[in-house]
């Protein structure tokens, strides 16, 4: 641990404005505490007319994180809201002591019908396309184990997705002998300038080369290693053009951006709701377009083309339909998809466009800032803003493939400075044959200007300390 904290310490930057409660905003403002499903409370005191930054200090305000660190690793996992933490709170207790019937404070069975009917609409979906997971992993897990993949079969994927998909890839590639493709996906290092069409155009090589052998195209919507936004509906609109399923790694877009399920076409979508979405642990969300209807005509097969391995109720999975064979893997945490729920429709109140906005605008804030105070640094996502996202990728030395360094450096950071963020890894290219490594930094809407800028300041000093 370095104590090397000569002329900043934590304590200044803190001071400086970073993480600082914010004087003038009394938790008494939002003084009511909010029932089970309703968040009456925080929507009151968000509603009114205020400037933006007044909005985003009092949306700050709504946070229960530990104001002697800047938190800037939601991508590894978010915060609950202060007042679906209390509910969620009091929910567990009613389920402590009423283990039976939970008091019915959950509707009838199967007990989350009132949830999804809730939130649905923020993502663009129907009630029965919904399914409140456990998590991306979850999500990911029970499509592509529940495809009937034979020997032959192609899935295209990409050379930057999470373990969360690629394990479950493997694992139909060893049952099934199903080839896995790999799609490179360019990286953004400031040499040159990228555009949406250079992340189309391997797909389009791909599907050119592997035709009608492709039977589902998996892709992350973010891909964690980079944080670059992929060109999600166009790239659904291409498969759509083959005939080929979509299922996306949607982890980091949930709470992040301003979804529209219906919009994007996809087949199927695995999101986190303990991430951006700051739901409770162990919830995500899982989308299945209209009763996963389109993979028969995609992939016509005499035999069922997806199968529920992650259910009670497989067995009837015709009678009840693929949501609520989905949903129903036994008993379940209904206070955390509850809290997943209150969350959700507090980012609705908020408005799912306006926080999308102000994520962005954080992240090229941090992007500007880190160009401008650090510029021997390398930006390994484009500031395009259309290919950008919540996540900023950056290594602020020379030698991109020293990952201890880049550790030390994020231990430094959070230890000295209070800062927390996270390291990340990936290979530039298919076949490079070291890892590049960068700092991964999360913007949300607990952020603000000084989170961005302090932490960019505290980079600059460690950075001239560690080179
Ligand atoms: C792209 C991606 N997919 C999946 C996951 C796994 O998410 P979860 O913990 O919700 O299963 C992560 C976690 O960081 C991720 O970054």
Not at 213 to 225: A, E, G, T
Request: proline share 3%; with cysteine; net charge negative.
């Amino acid at each position: 641990m370095s104590k090397d904290t000569s002329k900043f310490n934590r304590r200044d930057f803190l001071k400086g404005g970073a993480g600082v409660a914010v004087a003038g905003i009394s938790s008494g403002l939002f003084s009511n505490q909010a029932q089970a499903s309703d968040l009456g409370g925080a929507s009151s005191r968000l509603s009114g007319n205020h400037s933006d930054d007044r909005f985003w200090r009092k949306v700050k305000n709504e946070f229960t994180l530990n104001r002697r660190s800047v938190y800037m690793n939601v991508g590894t996992t978010g915060s609950m809201p202060k007042d679906v933490l209390k509910d969620y709170d009091k929910n567990n207790k009613i389920v402590a002591e009423h283990p039976w019937d939970m008091d019915n404070a959950f509707g009838s069975w199967p007990y989350v019908n009132d949830m999804i009917a809730a939130i649905a609409p923020g993502f663009g979906a129907n009630t029965d396309e919904l399914v409140l997971s456990r998590n991306t992993t979850d999500g990911m897990a029970s499509i592509i184990n529940g495809l009937d993949f034979k020997e032959g079969d192609v899935i295209l994927s990409t050379h930057h997705e999470h373990i969360g998909a690629t394990s479950s890839l493997y694992t139909v590639q060893e049952r099934f002998g199903v080839e896995i493709f790999d799609v490179e996906l360019p990286v953004y290092t400031g040499e040159r300038e990228l555009t949406v069409e250079d992340y189309m155009r391997p797909f389009r090589q791909a599907i050119r080369r592997f035709g009608d052998r492709i039977k589902l195209m998996v892709f992350s919507h973010i891909p964690y290693k980079t944080g670059t936004t992929l060109p999600a509906k166009k790239l659904c609109r291409l498969a759509r053009s083959h005939r080929i399923p979509t299922l996306i790694d949607g982890a980091h877009t949930i709470g992040m951006l301003n979804l529209d399920f219906h919009d994007l076409d996809c087949d199927f979508y695995a999101g986190s709701g303990h991430k951006w979405q700051c739901g409770a642990g162990a919830t995500g969300i899982l989308y299945i377009r209209d009763n996963a209807s389109r993979l028969e005509r995609f992939w016509p097969s005499d035999r069922r083309p997806l199968y529920f391995v992650n259910s009670s109720l497989a067995a009837s999975a015709d009678y009840y339909g693929a949501q609520l064979v989905s949903q129903y893997v036994g008993h379940d945490n209904y206070p955390a998809k509850q809290a997943l729920t209150d969350s959700c429709k507090m980012w609705d109140e908020i408005g799912r466009q306006r926080i999308e906005d102000r994520v962005l605008d954080l992240s090229a804030l941090c992007k500007e800032e880190l160009a401008d105070k650090i510029p021997e640094g390398t930006l390994f996502t484009s500031p395009r803003r259309e290919l950008s996202s919540g996540l900023t990728t950056f290594n602020p030395f020379s030698d991109w493939t020293n990952g201890e360094l880049l550790t030390e450096f994020r231990d430094r950071l959070r230890e000295d400075y209070g800062y927390i963020i996270r390291t990340t890894d990936f290979h530039i290219h298919k076949d490079s044959t070291e890892s590049t490594y960068a700092l991964r930094i999360s913007t949300h809407l607990f952020h603000d200007e000084d989170d961005v800028k302090g932490l960019v300041k505290a980079m600059k000093h460690l950075a001239r300390q560690m080179s």
